[in-house]
Structure formats: structure tokens, C-alpha cells
Nanobody, 130 residues
Framework: QVQLVESGGGLVQAGGSLRLSCAAS????????VVWFRQAPGKERTFVAA????????YYADSVKGRFTISRDNAKNTVSLQMNSLRPENTAVYYC???????????????????????WGQGTQVTVSS
């Protein structure tokens, strides 16, 4: 079991950058796949990016490809999300989540579903002003 804490959110102007971090405590974090989701007010939680247990593969929502980069440092039990060229529509609470049942994220249909992930952080607010 792991506990996740996000940080790095804030207010930024359109075109700016933020780097979110997801810090994990508990055993075995390096065996978990980790994802980022976001949830805007009044909307469903949606997939942003995912990374396999060893960082060997990454996946992105089409809307963030080329602008966001997910990475991990298992020695430090952290996963980061570098967000560049931010847009007002990226405003949301960003959550990291983890699961170890599919650490290589082989099942495409489930890796983007929030229901797949058992462990969640509390979220960090990202606000992009126009």
C-alpha cells in the first residue's frame, strides 16, 4: 500500500509552465504504474498521462502530447509531470494515482480509466489565466 501526495500546483499565465510532483510513501512504490488525472469543476476526472513501473513506457492524452512530460525517480519515490505551454482549459485539480496490478500498463482500455487505480493523492490545483 502506498500514500501519495501531490505538490507544485499554482497560478500561471497561459503559455507558462508548471512542474507537478507526486511523492509516495509506503512499500513497493517502484512496482506501481503511476498516472495523472485532472478534474475541472463540474466535469469528470480525465486521464492526462501515465508511466510504467520502471519508466520504460509513457502514455499521454492527445490534448497534452508534446506539451506535458511524465517521468519518475524510483530512488526518490517520486513521479513528476512537467507541463509546458499551458492553456486556460488545462485549469483543474490534478491527481496522481497508482496501481500495481498492471505495472506495465499493457491493457490500453483500462490504463486511462480512473476506476483502475486504487491509490490516490489529495490533488493539487492548477489555474491557468488567459
Amino acid at each position: 500500500q502506498v500514500q501519495l501526495v501531490e505538490s507544485g500546483g499554482g497560478l500561471v499565465q497561459a503559455g507558462g509552465s508548471l512542474r507537478l510532483s507526486c511523492a509516495a510513501s509506503g512499500r513497493g512504490f517502484s512496482t506501481y504504474a503511476v498516472v495523472w488525472f485532472r478534474q475541472a469543476p463540474g466535469k469528470e476526472r480525465t486521464f492526462v498521462a501515465a508511466i510504467t513501473w520502471n519508466g520504460g513506457s509513457t502514455y499521454y492524452a492527445d490534448s497534452v502530447k508534446g506539451r506535458f512530460t511524465i517521468s519518475r525517480d524510483n530512488a526518490k519515490n517520486t513521479v513528476s509531470l512537467q507541463m509546458n505551454s499551458l492553456r486556460p482549459e488545462n485549469t483543474a485539480v490534478y491527481y496522481c494515482a497508482a496501481d500495481r496490478r498492471d505495472p506495465n500498463l499493457r491493457v490500453a482500455v483500462t490504463r486511462t480509466r480512473a476506476q483502475t487505480y486504487d491509490y490516490w493523492g489529495q490533488g493539487t490545483q492548477v489555474t491557468v489565466s488567459s
